[in-house]
């Protein structure tokens, strides 16, 4: 999906998360081969993963707050600006991740696994 999003801008992602999804992720960036941010819910691992992609993926940042369940509806709020992402989930939890490719437009969404909905502007 192609969504011009620039340093600034909050995005709202709306997910319909599958019943007995393992994890679904939620990409910014450039295009599929560079994303500033790589959001992971896993399941699986009762963990967020949180990665940037550029030719390679970067180093994982592991969070151990995964509030929100399979089957579940959920709005997850990104904000991107010159430090970075941040991340609000549901209840209110905050993530922070670096602007590690330095990029100052985000023009490129996709959101995998699960069913997902619209994204909200």
Known sequence: MSMAKKLGTTLKVKVKVAKHADRF??????????????????YDQSSIVL??????????????HLGFAQGSEIMVV???DSDGFKVTLPDGHQISFPNRL??????YLSV??????????
């Open 25 to 42: 992720a939620i990409n910014l960036g450039e295009g599929p081969e560079k994303l500033g941010l790589h959001f992971n819910p896993r």
């Open 51 to 64: 990665n940037s992609f550029d030719g390679g993926w970067g180093k994982e940042l592991v969070v151990d």
């Open 78 to 80: 990104m904000t991107f």
């Open 102 to 107: 330095g990029l100052s437009q985000m023009p």
């Open 112 to 121: 995998e696994g699960g069913q997902h909905l619209l994204p909200e502007v």
